[in-house]
């Protein structure tokens, strides 16, 4: 009995030690995570297919009640993602729609995936993009990541997301490539 008191105590630290990011890499490398994606559109949409693909369960969101309502029903208003897919997806218990943003709270991933369309002075209109951070702040939980998908100007994310405080104990990356983002999932 005596020989199992430093066994235990070499175990203790490094449980201590495991961060929520850790935390959140373990969910996703053991495809336990659920991914978010904020705007179920053109990019969303593929997008959760290719989590959906590679294993990961998919919660979408978007502020197109209509949209969920389809979704939810199992179908598509996507040309090349059909209605059997979506109707796979739900009956697998792999994907579900919501127009509430507080659900998003259990998604250990969220993606913003919201229209950033140019302006008169042909920049991105971040208006979107700002209503979603802002709605991100509400729900947001240490250990979450969230990714900036929508295209913008450099610097966007820090930008909005450091002036309505989101980033408190997130780990966050901004994609430079979303070519490559298929393969890499
Ligand atoms: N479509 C493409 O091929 C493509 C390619 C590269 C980059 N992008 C970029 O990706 C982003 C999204 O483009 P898209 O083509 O998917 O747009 P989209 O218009 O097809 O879809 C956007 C979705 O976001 C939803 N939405 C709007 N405001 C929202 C909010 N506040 N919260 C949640 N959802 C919201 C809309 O209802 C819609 O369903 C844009 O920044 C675009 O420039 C698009």
């Known amino acids: 009995m005596l020989t199992l008191a430093p066994k235990i105590a070499t175990v203790r630290p ?5 961060t929520p990011f850790d935390r959140l890499l373990a969910r996703l490398a053991t495809k336990t995570a659920t991914v978010g994606i904020m705007g179920l559109g053109y990019v969303g949409l593929p997008l ?5 693909q590679a294993g990961l369960p998919v919660l979408g969101f978007d502020v197109d009640q209509a949209k969920v309502k389809k ?5 598509s208003y996507i040309q090349h993602i059909p209605d059997e897919k979506v109707r ?8 579900a729609a919501t127009a509430d ?4 709270a259990r998604a250990d991933a969220i993606l913003i995936c919201v229209p950033t369309p140019l302006t008169e002075t042909r920049e ?4 979107y993009v700002e209503s979603t951070a802002r709605a ?3 729900i947001l939980r240490p250990g979450q990541l969230v990714v900036l998908e929508s295209t913008t100007y450099p610097g966007t994310d820090m930008a909005f997301m450091v002036k309505i405080d989101m980033v408190r104990q997130i780990g966050y990356f901004y994609p430079t490539n979303r070519l490559l983002l298929g393969p890499i999932i």
């Open 71 to 75: 979704l939810e029903r199992g179908e």
């Open 48 to 52: 959760a297919d290719a989590f959906i």
């Open 124 to 127: 991105p209109d971040l208006r």
């Open 136 to 138: 991100i702040a509400q």
């Open 88 to 95: 796979a997806w739900r009956a697998g218990r792999r994907f």
């Open 101 to 104: 943003v507080a659900e998003l």
């Open 14 to 18: 490094e449980v201590s030690r495991s």
